[in-house]
């Protein structure tokens, strides 16, 4: 029975086995044909913004593309290029007819859509390869259009892609398509295996490391040796391509107002109407409209009011903005408060992070390891409460070195809701071994080896240097000649408690060097270097760090080293971190959650505090006013009146709050009472550190009340006169009590005889500044506020008055004083002008008789003469004034004699006249004629190096006028001595100018300018002063003129006969006419100089007989001429033209004889001596006419 019972049930086991098998057999033969399907399918990238994948049949290409934001308007610019290894060719032929080439702005062709297309949506474009095409480069451009502002912008972009794809020959067979940046190598890569069993801690991933190691078929490269395998992780391939996504937020502008109340925001809200604070109001709607509210208590408790929201609002807001102030009970102390609440990112692209942590026995010490768990339960809880956590993947390598009581443990990459619990429980309560930061690298790096276009992150927690590392098998050596390892064996570097390889040795560089490899960070670095270049993101803390003797390092120096192993942001900032203590690590980790999970990461604050505030200290203190408790704590400090906040991260529900106080300082003397400051400059909030992307508070403006005074003076004279009273007086004001010596405390006030209210009081009320000085000085720019810097009210006081000559001052009250009028002895002041000047004259003399003695007057250098020290006119007493001698220049005044009287009432009078006092002094003005000033100037030439004085020359004077030009006085001529003679009746500038010249003589102006001074003396630059005449005179010099002379040709009627030809020559020149060959009558030699000439006449118009010897002509320097020794009359000329030689000649016609066998010769003699007769006649004819003729 027991049998068959059993019987019965193998068989029931047996049947459901089967049917199990069926299914799963039925489920592979499904799998294998929706694998045979997609094969040939290439995962190229998958973001929050597109899914991109491409497939290859025979030499088509088909990319599809899957925009999966909803109700978007969307499409993609795209670059396509076949490659292979000499060139890239473009793809631009495609299937779709939707698809248009258009150029952008630099002339570059992309393919694209002619129209937006409504997401989400899915599209593909099929290309055309060329044959054997095996690897494509692509880039990519999402474009997105806004409805609101009419416009489009650029989301996303994607760099250059190399998509490996297989022939259409090799598609069955192909079982991955590798993704790689442009200079990533396609090569087999070679990794260490994870092998072990499955730990009892867990089931899901965790494995206990061996000791033996093992490598994958996969990413190896086995060397010429058998027995050495070859890793080389720079030959991988690349893992993410970066999505450069548009993270740009339109910085939202506070909006102020600057007016003759100060600057203030214009849209404001305060806590009462008598408030001195005026506040920034929120936004409305996250966009640029303000809220409207204009009042509210200011409550700090207050979560709602006046943010400014960008992103969203309320809950939905990306981050959210608040500042604003209020005073305390302390006049001039003001609260403030800086509110930022973050969110956590709404857009998060699919990340993979593994933590690599170091649990060496070092990590025991100082609770480290037990920090490392705080801090992972915190980074686990951080993610889990985010809302991004389907977003995130997670793995944990937790390293040491190899041993039996060792922990080398690793929890494969998993869905963060899959893996959360083991990777909680992983970290061990004690840690042991050394110090195998590169493996840790590795196994992290196999993990993250997936191509699934997620974002790849390491988190390194080590603390101390690496004691362990794989043998170097070659380098890569640096600019800078440091060099860092590419290949590697699987045997081990083990210096155990260094970094130090003693039994070190040489791999070598690209070059083929030999480099030394001493230390295991040559490895270390290395496989850091090679995970980042497959675009792995590392980030680092450094634990406690300290210098390594051993191998030489400092502390610097090792946390240099660490600081080459992680990634920096696109800003060049380092993902590197220091942890002084032990605690800072479950902070860090917190962090490194929240940069994966949080709209405000590693923000900063920047809180100039502006003049006239000042913060008070010890005033600073942050507080969590959010729903959820701040996880992280800023470091917020104040120096020289900056606030500074770094290390924000605040995530969904928290909120910062930090708060200070600044004191007015009111004593500062620009201070302006009821006047609008802003009490900070542009306060700055940059979400992320690693981003120029700023936001601003709205700034505070706060005021301070001011005071005003009321001050009277009252006049009393005893002899009725007022004409001394001076046009202002100055009263010294006081404050207290001030608490700083550097603030003023006395300033003055000035009352004038506008302020008059009667014939004998001035008054001022409500005046609300005082001056720093008196005196010409004074201006009333030091305002009176109410209280100082403390907050306690000014006490102002009149503590004296400035003295007031001829007064006695008295106090009546404290904004009162009295001043009553005394007798001084009068001052005297002559004032000497010219009469013909508005100068005043120095240089007279005066004498004072009177009282019993005679004293000369003072002359003061400036036109003005007063009595000596210690004399002055006392009462009763007459005086007599005379002057003895007059300025230079002048005459004596008409009267020379006055005589003063000063009665007993100190009346005084000037020959029987009053006379108005003014500060106690007799004035009395006392003008004096101008001499008359003889000036000449004389008129010569130079004949034979003697000066010859010339008469005729006409010449002008005249004086300069207010415009700068020269109007004539005077215009006189050269007597026959050459001198022309003025007369100048007053001081000024002059000019003397010839306007004609003699006779025959040039006419040279010279423009000869003077200064003729009120002391009569006359100033003059030039040289031509005769000192040996009577009165200043010019000397002036003019040259004869040059002389042309002209020779008319004529026949023996007096008509112009042409065809002569005329040589002169003498005094160094020969001129010959005409020049040109052209027939003249009359011909002109210019520019002729005292000399002698000879005139020829080189030919003879045909038929005509020529002269028959030269003319001899002479002009000597005083412009006589004489042709042929016979004087001619004068032939001077006046004006700019030439003196002028006339000439005639005249030829007669030639008679030709004939040849006769007869008795002409007989004849011919009579003929030819009556001829002879004939000439000499008509010769002695021409010498006696005016302009000489000759034949």
Request: charged letters at 25%; one cysteine or more.
């Amino acid at each position: 029975m027991f049998f068959a019972k059993r019987h019965h049930w193998f068989s029931f086991i047996f049947c459901m086995l089967g049917g199990i098998l069926f299914i799963i057999y039925s489920g592979l033969q499904t799998n294998g044909t929706a694998s045979a399907q997609e094969e040939n399918t290439i995962a190229i990238t998958e973001t929050e913004q597109i899914k991109l994948t491409g497939q290859r049949e025979g030499n088509q290409f088909t990319l599809r593309y899957q925009l999966p934001q909803k109700n978007k308007q969307q499409r993609i610019w795209l670059q396509l290029y076949a490659l292979d290894e000499t060139k890239e060719q473009p793809l631009t032929k495609t299937n779709n007819k939707e698809v248009v080439v258009i150029e952008d702005e630099s002339a570059q062709s992309w393919l694209t859509t002619q129209d937006f297309l409504k997401t989400p949506c899915e599209q593909e474009v099929t290309f055309q390869l060329p044959n054997e095409t095996k690897k494509l480069k692509l880039a990519l451009q999402i474009e997105e259009y806004d409805h609101e502002n009419q416009e489009s912008h650029k989301l996303a972009s994607l760099d250059e892609l190399i998509v490996d794809i297989p022939l259409a020959t090799e598609s069955a067979s192909s079982d991955r398509v590798e993704v790689s940046s442009t200079d990533s190598q396609a090569a087999e890569t070679g990794t260490e295996s994870t092998s072990g069993q499955v730990s009892n801690e867990d089931s899901k991933g965790v494995f206990n490391e061996e000791t033996q190691e093992e490598t994958k078929e996969t990413g190896t490269t086995t060397s010429s040796s058998e027995d050495e395998t070859l890793i080389e992780p720079f030959k991988q391939e690349r893992l993410y391509q970066k999505m450069t996504v548009s993270q740009a937020f339109a910085s939202i502008e506070p909006d102020y107002t600057t007016d003759q109340s100060g600057t203030y925001p214009s849209a404001n809200w305060k806590t009462d109407e008598k408030s001195n604070v005026l506040n920034h109001q929120g936004n409305k709607d996250a966009g640029e409209t303000w809220d409207g509210v204009t009042t509210w208590n200011g409550d700090p408790e207050n979560v709602t009011n006046s943010y400014i929201e960008y992103g969203g609002v309320g809950d939905e807001a990306d981050f959210a903005l608040r500042k604003f102030a209020k005073e305390t009970n302390t006049p001039g102390l003001f609260d403030v408060y800086l509110n930022v609440r973050g969110n956590v990112q709404r857009q998060v692209d699919p990340i993979d992070v593994v933590l690599v942590v170091d649990w060496s026995g070092s990590m025991n010490e100082m609770g480290r390891i037990t920090e490392v768990k705080k801090g992972v339960e915190r980074f686990l809880n951080q993610i889990e409460g985010s809302g991004i956590q389907d977003s995130v993947y997670m793995g944990y390598v937790g390293y040491s070195s190899d041993g039996s009581n060792y922990q080398n443990k690793i929890c494969q990459l998993g869905k963060f809701s899959e893996v959360k619990e083991t990777i909680r429980t992983m970290t061990p309560e004690t840690a042991a071994g050394g110090t195998f930061t590169q493996r840790g690298l590795r196994q992290a790096g196999d993990m993250l080896s997936t191509q699934n276009g997620h974002k790849k992150v390491i988190v390194l927690l080590t603390d101390g240097v690496p004691t362990y590392s794989y043998h170097v098998s070659k380098v890569q050596t640096q600019a800078d000649d440091s060099y860092y390892g590419t290949a590697f064996s699987l045997t081990q570097d083990q210096p155990m408690n260094t970094s130090f390889i003693h039994d070190w040795y040489f791999a070598p560089d690209q070059y083929g060097n030999s480099k030394r490899i001493d230390n295991t960070f040559v490895a270390t670095i290395g496989e850091a270097m090679a995970l980042k270049e497959r675009g792995i993101e590392i980030h680092g803390l450094g634990i406690q760090l300290q210098g390594d003797q051993t191998a030489g390092y400092t502390k610097a120096d090792v946390e240099n080293k660490m600081r080459q192993m992680v990634s920096a942001d696109e800003e060049g900032h380092l993902y590197y971190e220091s942890a002084n203590e032990a605690a800072d690590i479950a902070d860090y980790l917190e962090k490194k959650a929240l940069h994966i999970s949080a709209t405000v990461t590693d923000g900063e604050i920047t809180d100039p505090i502006s003049q006239p505030f000042l913060y008070e200290e010890n005033s600073l203190s942050i507080k969590s006013v959010g729903s959820a408790d701040l996880t992280v704590q800023p470091e917020v400090t104040v120096s020289d009146n900056t606030l500074n906040a770094s290390s924000l991260y605040l995530g969904e529900g928290q909120e910062l709050q930090i708060h200070y106080q600044v004191r007015i300082q009111t004593e500062a003397a620009d201070f302006k009472p009821d006047t609008w400051y802003q009490m900070n400059g542009e306060t700055v909030f940059y979400p992320n550190h690693q981003s120029d992307q700023k936001a601003l508070f709205g700034v505070p403006s706060a005021k301070a009340p001011g005071k005003e005074l009321t001050i009277k003076k009252v006049w009393e004279e005893y002899d009725g006169d007022v004409s001394s009273r001076p046009e202002s007086v100055y009263f010294e004001i006081s404050r207290s009590p001030v608490t700083s010596k550097e603030s003023w405390q006395t300033g003055y006030l000035e009352l004038t005889e506008t302020d008059a209210q009667d014939q004998t009081t001035w008054e001022r009320s409500k005046v609300p500044a005082v001056s720093e000085k008196d005196g010409p000085n004074y201006e009333e720019t030091r305002l009176l506020p109410l209280y100082n810097n403390q907050g306690e009210t000014f006490d102002y006081q009149v503590t004296s008055e400035r003295t007031v000559s001829g007064y006695e001052a008295t106090k009546v009250d404290a904004y009162t004083w009295k001043n009553t009028k005394t007798f001084v002895p009068l001052a005297l002041n002559l004032i000497k002008k010219s009469a013909v000047a508005e100068v005043k004259l120095t240089g007279a003399v005066f004498e004072l008789t009177g009282a019993g003695e005679t004293v000369t007057l003072v002359d003061q250098g400036d036109g003005t003469y007063g009595l000596p020290a210690d004399t002055a006119l006392q009462k009763s007493q007459t005086y007599r004034l005379k002057e003895v001698t007059a300025p230079a220049g002048h005459y004596l005044a008409e009267q020379t004699q006055w005589q003063i009287h000063v009665d007993a009432q100190g009346h005084a009078t000037i020959d029987g006249q009053p006379v108005t006092l003014v500060e106690h002094t007799i004035t009395l003005e006392i003008t004096n004629p101008f001499t008359e000033i003889p000036v000449a100037i004389r008129k010569y030439t130079v004949q034979k190096e003697q000066q010859v004085l010339l008469a005729g020359a006409v010449f002008s004077l005249q004086q300069k006028t207010a415009t700068g030009d020269y109007q004539e006085i005077a215009s006189e001529t050269s007597d026959d001595v050459g001198m022309a003679e003025f007369t100048i009746l007053e001081p000024g500038a002059y000019r003397i100018s010839e306007t004609a010249g003699p006779l025959g003589y040039d006419t040279v102006a010279g423009d000869y300018e003077f200064v003729v001074g009120t002391d009569g003396k006359i100033q003059y630059v030039g040289e031509n002063v005769d000192g040996d005449a009577n009165c200043w005179t010019l000397t002036h010099g003019n040259q004869l003129k040059p002389f042309d002379l002209v020779v008319n040709k004529q026949d023996e009627q007096g008509q112009a006969l042409e065809g002569a030809k005329f040589r002169l020559s003498g005094n160094g020149r020969t001129v010959e006419l005409p020049e040109n060959g052209e027939a003249l009558a009359v011909f002109h030699f210019q520019d002729l100089t005292p000399g002698s000439y000879t005139l020829e006449e080189t030919g003879t118009p045909a038929g005509y007989a020529g002269l028959t010897a030269p003319v001899q002509i002479k002009i000597e320097e005083d412009g006589q001429v004489f042709i042929d020794e016979e004087r001619q009359p004068n032939l001077l000329v006046s004006g700019e033209k030439n003196n002028q030689i006339e000439l005639i000649v005249t030829n007669q016609v030639k008679v030709s004889l004939p040849e006769t066998g007869g008795n002409w010769h007989g004849w011919m003699v009579i003929l030819s001596a009556s001829l002879l007769v004939l000439l000499a006649g008509s010769y002695l004819y021409v010498k006696r006419k005016d302009k000489p003729s000759l034949k």
